[in-house]
Nanobody, 125 residues
Framework: QVQLVESGGGLVQAGGSLRLSCAGS????????MGWFRQAPGKEREFVAA????????YYADSVKGRFTISRDNAKNTVYLQMNSLKPEDTAGYFC??????????????????WGQGTQVTVSS
């Protein structure tokens, strides 16, 4: 098992930047593919970004490609989401998730085994 705790959310103006962190405990995050998802009020939780176990491969939703960067530091047992050029439509709760091994697509919520509690990102215009 692994526990995930997100941090780094907050209020930022459009065009600004935030870096979210996802700290793992219980088991090393190196055993998991990691993903970030977000959920805005009244909307379904959607895929944002994912990274392979070693960090060699990354995936991004079209809506954030070129603006967000997912990375991981397995020595620190932490995954990051660097968010630049933020837009009001990026406003959402952001959730970190862990997927066991290489099984299943990183795009689907159902393939993830563990979730953090979320951190709120609010982007003002």
């Amino acid at each position: 098992q692994v526990q995930l705790v997100e941090s780094g959310g907050g209020l930022v103006q459009a065009g600004g930047s935030l870096r979210l962190s996802c700290a793992g405990s219980g088991r090393t995050l190196g055993s998991y593919g990691m993903g970030w998802f977000r959920q805005a009020p009244g909307k379904e939780r959607e895929f944002v970004a994912a990274i392979s176990l070693s960090g060699s491969t990354t995936y991004y939703a079209d809506s954030v490609k070129g603006r967000f960067t997912i990375s991981r530091d397995n020595a620190k047992n932490t995954v990051y989401l660097q968010m630049n050029s933020l837009k009001p439509e990026d406003t959402a709760g952001y959730f970190c998730a862990a997927k066991v091994g290489y099984r299943g697509s990183s795009y689907y919520l159902s393939n993830y085994d563990y979730w953090g509690q979320g951190t709120q990102v609010t982007v003002s215009s």
